[in-house]
């Protein structure tokens, strides 16, 4: 499984639509930043913070830009969790070297290399949790010298998986300020160096459009708003979207997936679902279809390769496809 979020486009409402969020002091926040090609991040600090609960797994790896505000305070970057308990994490020192620790105390070394404050980084995290035995590496733009491994014992818990990630620091920490960016996650021990997570709002209608918009006759035209909008919205018992898009402003070499994200939810007794939809040379493929709820969701539905191919995305097959979502 993969999974991916970019802060563009959202605000704190649909960030606790999607994120577990634990808030104090004004923390976590969506807040304007230009580094690393987009406009948006996620500040957060010890006081407030974002989580995200995955499919239990021995080999968790979580990816992200990030910058620190300050060294002053050493702080956690990101904790892998076993049902709320910390497995292992990754902290930056004063110095503003990286120290992996198991259940809150370091183990291995500190790294040989140094971030600095106010500074944009590519920070992945891959570990294997094991009594004996497991391993965890930290890569820092994808640069094979700034690399922190460990091996050993990653188990904290008496489970060797972890479910969830939680970005910043932890309790206890203070109030010093972390951002991210470009968060990414996969549970089945697959790196991808340097990733950015690339948001794209539809242009236009594609033809297939069974819902209904609350206004006008353009179905794409309330669903593109660059911060989501509950005032303007497609609505129906089921049906098919399907909308165009810009042709990517950036040219990839590698495409990891296509993600649909929809905010939705119903509103009437009964079962209802909503998967992410591919047409692809005149073929609609769907997602796994996911339940939705009476409260709002921000979904993800995840196509880690083109349904037409069955092989990796291509920047010309992105450009020649419509997305959407079908709700049935």
Same mark, same amino acid.
């Given at each position: 499984?993969?999974?991916?979020?970019?802060?563009?486009?959202?605000?704190?409402?649909?960030?606790?639509?999607?994120?577990?969020?634990?808030?104090?002091?004004?923390?976590?926040? @969506?807040?304007?930043?230009?580094?690393?090609?987009?406009?948006?991040?996620?500040?957060?600090?010890?006081?407030?913070?974002?989580?995200?609960?995955?499919?239990?797994?021995?080999?968790?790896?979580?990816? =992200?830009?990030?910058?620190?505000?300050?060294?002053?305070?050493?702080?956690t970057l990101v904790t892998l969790l076993d049902s709320g308990t910390a497995q292992?994490?990754?902290?930056?020192?004063?110095?503003?070297?990286?120290?992996?620790?198991?259940?809150?105390?370091? @183990?291995?070394?500190?790294?040989?290399?140094?971030?600095?404050?106010?500074?944009?980084?590519?920070?992945?995290?891959?570990?294997? @949790?094991?009594?004996?035995?497991?391993?965890?590496?930290?890569?820092?733009?994808?640069?094979?010298?700034?690399?922190?491994?460990?091996?050993?014992?990653?188990?904290?818990?008496?489970?060797?998986?972890?479910?969830?990630?939680?970005?910043?620091?932890?309790?206890?920490?203070?109030?010093?300020?972390?951002?991210?960016?470009?968060?990414?996650?996969n549970t089945d021990g697959v790196t991808h160096g340097d990733l950015?997570?690339? =948001?794209?709002?539809?242009?236009?209608?594609?033809?297939?459009?069974?819902?209904?918009?609350?206004?006008?006759?353009?179905?794409?035209?309330?669903?593109?708003?660059?911060?989501?909008?509950?005032?303007?919205?497609?609505?129906?018992?089921?049906?098919?979207?399907?909308?165009?898009?810009?042709?990517?402003?950036?040219?990839?070499?590698?495409?990891?997936?296509?993600?649909?994200?929809?905010?939705?939810?119903?509103?009437?007794?009964?079962?209802?679902?909503?998967?992410?939809?591919?047409?692809?040379?005149?073929?609609?493929?769907?997602?796994?279809?996911?339940?939705?709820?009476?409260?709002?969701?921000?979904?993800?539905?995840?196509?880690?390769?083109?349904?037409?191919?069955?092989?990796?995305?291509?920047?010309?097959?992105?450009?020649?496809?419509?997305?959407?979502?079908?709700?049935?």
């Amino acid at each position: 499984m993969l999974d991916a979020f970019n802060f563009d486009g959202h605000d704190a409402t649909s960030l606790a639509q999607f994120f577990n969020v634990t808030s104090g002091s004004g923390q976590p926040a @969506i807040v304007s930043d230009t580094g690393r090609s987009s406009t948006k991040a996620l500040s957060c600090n010890s006081f407030g913070y974002a989580s995200k609960t995955f499919p239990a797994t021995s080999t968790p790896v979580v990816k =992200f830009g990030w910058k620190a505000q300050s060294l002053a305070t050493a702080q956690t970057l990101v904790t892998l969790l076993d049902s709320g308990t910390a497995q292992v994490s990754l902290r930056f020192n004063t110095d503003g070297t990286l120290q992996f620790q198991r259940g809150g105390t370091n @183990i291995g070394t500190a790294s040989a290399f140094a971030v600095l404050a106010g500074a944009w980084y590519h920070v992945e995290v891959e570990a294997s @949790i094991a009594d004996s035995g497991g391993t965890l590496d930290v890569y820092v733009n994808g640069d094979p010298t700034a690399k922190l491994s460990f091996s050993g014992d990653t188990k904290n818990t008496s489970a060797a998986t972890a479910n969830s990630f939680r970005l910043g620091p932890v309790t206890g920490e203070g109030s010093n300020l972390q951002y991210f960016k470009d968060v990414v996650w996969n549970t089945d021990g697959v790196t991808h160096g340097d990733l950015r997570a690339i =948001f794209e709002l539809p242009t236009g209608d594609e033809g297939t459009n069974d819902l209904t918009p609350s206004t006008g006759s353009s179905h794409y035209a309330v669903v593109d708003e660059s911060t989501p909008s509950a005032s303007d919205t497609l609505a129906g018992e089921t049906g098919v979207e399907l909308f165009s898009f810009a042709a990517m402003s950036v040219h990839p070499a590698t495409i990891v997936a296509v993600i649909v994200e929809t905010v939705a939810y119903k509103d009437d007794a009964g079962a209802r679902s909503i998967a992410g939809v591919a047409k692809r040379g005149g073929t609609e493929y769907s997602s796994t279809a996911e339940a939705l709820s009476t409260s709002t969701l921000v979904q993800h539905h995840v196509f880690e390769t083109d349904p037409s191919t069955s092989a990796a995305w291509t920047e010309a097959n992105v450009n020649a496809g419509t997305f959407g979502f079908e709700v049935t």
